[in-house]
């Protein structure tokens, strides 16, 4: 299948070091398409994406993917510091937080399956190294955030999705919340970091921990978006680490 994408090539971009083995989800988070596509394009603002997806399913190529876009910031993912270098960026058109958050509609959401799917025909791209821009940024991002369909995304065979059965979201006993320190604290932190986020080990659930907790829930347990490490959602963490170290080639994620 060919994929129907518009070119409107912005200038904001420069050379890789190497082939991109990540993608990176966004929100565009302004309040019309226009006026983020306008900023993506503009010199001065030193932003930009690969791809935009307007909530009509309309697809623009701004950047190459043989090319460094500037869409990541400052952050990082499974130890990668420069996400720019390491990744494609796929801005998907919604207001945000700040403007309105809403759900993302249906031919938006199709056309975000399709262009992964042919993104990862030319790219060997993890599904562990498949992100919201919040995992690599938790203190200052929250896109594309609690509504954004992980879940259908993994089922089409894109990302990691891992659901807890009761009986081990029990076992895990009390939540674990700010304060908190040992043990319980030492394993989330250990188990996040894991993961992919910046976090590092620790015993105390401070405030860093807090809003990694946020950032891994807008993404597997969107239903309750807290920063509180309760039973379900140390038992998706669980689930889905699982899930990432049988999909790494060695059976241990950097």
């Not at 082939?19 to 226009?34: K, R």
Request: glycine share 10%.
């Amino acid at each position: 299948m060919v994929l129907n994408v518009r070119e409107l090539p912005s200038p904001n971009f420069d050379a890789r070091r190497a082939p991109p083995d990540m993608l990176v989800l966004h929100y565009t988070g302004m309040q019309t398409a226009e006026a983020a596509i306008a900023r993506l394009c503009d010199p001065e603002a030193r932003v930009s994406a690969h791809y935009v997806v307007d909530e009509d399913g309309s697809i623009l190529r701004l950047v190459p993917e043989e090319r460094r876009a500037w869409h990541a910031g400052r952050g990082a993912w499974q130890g990668e510091t420069d996400c720019n270098a390491a990744s494609i960026g796929v801005e998907i058109v919604n207001p945000g937080h700040e403007f309105g958050y809403r759900d993302f509609p249906e031919a938006q959401i199709a056309a975000v399956l399709e262009l992964v799917a042919d993104i990862r025909g030319r790219w060997t791209i993890p599904d562990a190294r498949i992100i919201g821009h919040s995992d690599l940024a938790p203190d200052r991002k929250q896109d594309p955030g609690e509504r954004f369909p992980w879940k259908r995304l993994a089922a089409a065979g894109h990302g990691l999705w891992f659901e807890p059965a009761e009986e081990r979201i029990a076992a895990l006993g009390a939540p674990l919340g700010p304060g908190d320190e040992g043990l319980g604290v030492i394993v989330l932190r250990a188990g996040l970091h894991r993961l992919g986020y910046g976090l590092q080990p620790g015993g105390d659930y401070d405030d860093e921990t807090r809003v990694t907790v946020e950032a891994f829930q807008r993404h597997w347990r969107p239903a309750k978006v807290d920063g509180i490490a309760d039973g379900e959602t140390r038992a998706t963490l669980m689930g889905v680490l699982q899930l990432a170290t049988a999909e790494s080639v060695t059976g241990v994620l950097p």
